[in-house]
């Protein structure tokens, strides 16, 4: 009786595993997704660009002067959870990868199916809220975290627009679903920020032009 009982619980732990959601973590789907990511813009490294280019998909109008990220010295890394539209601060890491290199550049490697916790495919979760973050391994070293460089003004980082794709969440379940690409993700480009003593000295300086106004 007492193994019938583990054994019943088993199957349920395993068919609640099976049911969980799961999302294609991949930026570049033939037909569906291109969306590579790129280096810092030479000559101004503290801008921040998100959007595609015009050969992305969907077709934007960003440019980007920085070389899309190439290689083991970038990682980047999925971020997301359960339910559409959800704060930015809920969200957990999923799953991390390194770039392609030569005409794959920018693209990550793989094409992985990632759960996501705390969303079913036959529940009231059925979609997820997601988040692309990247940065330069080389400079950070490869045991530092998103919260080690994300207000970094010597490593350059960058993360895409949080964003919902509008098709549920696919997974092995009652009944089977497909799972869904990273539909609403864009291109971003790596940056740093600006070191706190040159943003003081900047609202000095606009306070000042504001106060030499005032007294014309």
Same mark, same amino acid.
């Given at each position: 009786m007492k193994k019938i009982l583990l054994f019943s619980i088993s199957l349920v732990v395993a068919v609640g595993a099976f049911a969980q959601g799961t999302i294609n973590f991949n930026n570049n789907v033939t037909g569906s997704l %291109?969306?590579?990511?790129?280096?810092?813009?030479?000559?101004?490294?503290?801008? %921040?660009?998100t959007g595609n280019r015009s050969d992305g998909n969907p077709v934007g109008s960003q440019t980007y002067g920085g070389a899309a990220l190439s290689g083991t010295g970038y990682v980047a890394e999925l971020w997301g959870a359960a339910g559409a539209n959800a704060p930015e601060g809920t969200l957990t890491k999923l799953a991390s990868s390194t770039f392609r290199t030569g005409t794959g550049a920018g693209i990550l490697f793989g094409n992985l199916s990632v759960m996501v916790p705390g969303a079913t495919i036959d529940g009231a979760d059925k979609k997820g809220t997601f988040q692309l973050r990247a940065w330069n391994v080389g400079l950070s070293g490869a045991l530092a975290t998103w919260n080690d460089v994300m207000n970094s003004a010597t490593i350059p980082h960058g993360s895409s627009?949080?964003?919902?794709?509008?098709a549920n969440l696919g997974g092995t379940g009652t009944p089977p679903a497909t799972t869904p690409n990273l539909t609403g993700l864009t291109s971003f480009n790596l940056y740093v920020v600006p070191e706190p003593s040159a943003i003081a000295l900047g609202v000095l300086g606009l306070g000042t032009l504001m106060f030499l106004r005032r007294r014309k």
């Open positions: %291109k969306a590579p990511i790129f280096d810092v813009e030479p000559g101004n490294p503290t801008l %921040k660009k627009d949080v964003f919902s794709p509008p």
